[in-house]
């Protein structure tokens, strides 16, 4: 898939979650090499940490802006735990502020690896909880 339209719908997706309190802590996109796909894996704010209530207010948030998101949908996000070996090594050594572009190939975050993907916000406190 085009990364400028990953990027673009990323961005359009992060900012009606930042406008309907839903503030991800990280979104980055993620390659999969086994099915050449590309997943949005969010951090969402640590308020929420029921998956059914964050694909619920995910869902509200892509019908309402169902017109500038193109063919983004919930099935192409992932949430993902700030836990998470990967998560935790974004937010720690790229932190991000607001929106950006990141993108990155071949690497290994607290020892997970990512073949490829681009880093749209991190903004993991440094405090993270590390994982076990």
């Known amino acids: 898939m085009d990364q400028n339209v990953l990027v673009s719908s990323g961005h359009t997706l992060v900012k009606a979650l930042d406008a309907a309190g839903l503030a991800p802590r990280i979104?980055?996109?993620v390659h999969g090499l086994d099915d050449d796909s590309w997943r949005l894996w969010i951090v969402p704010p640590s308020e929420v940490?029921?998956?059914?209530?964050f694909y619920g207010r995910l869902s509200e948030v892509i019908s309402k802006?169902?017109?500038?998101?193109?063919?983004?949908?919930?099935?192409?996000?992932?949430?993902a735990s700030a836990n998470h070996p990967?998560?935790?090594?974004?937010?720690r050594h790229f932190p991000m502020e607001g929106l950006g572009s990141a993108p990155f190939s071949g690497n290994r975050f607290n020892?997970?690896?990512?073949?490829?993907?681009?880093?749209?916000?991190?903004?993991?406190p440094e405090e993270a909880p590390q994982p076990t």
């Open 111 to 124: 020892g997970f690896y990512l073949p490829a993907g681009i880093i749209l916000r991190a903004t993991l």
């Open 27 to 29: 979104a980055i996109w």
């Open 49 to 53: 940490d029921d998956k059914r209530e």
């Open 86 to 91: 990967a998560m935790a090594g974004i937010g």
């Open 65 to 79: 802006h169902r017109a500038e998101l193109g063919d983004l949908s919930a099935g192409d996000i992932e949430m």
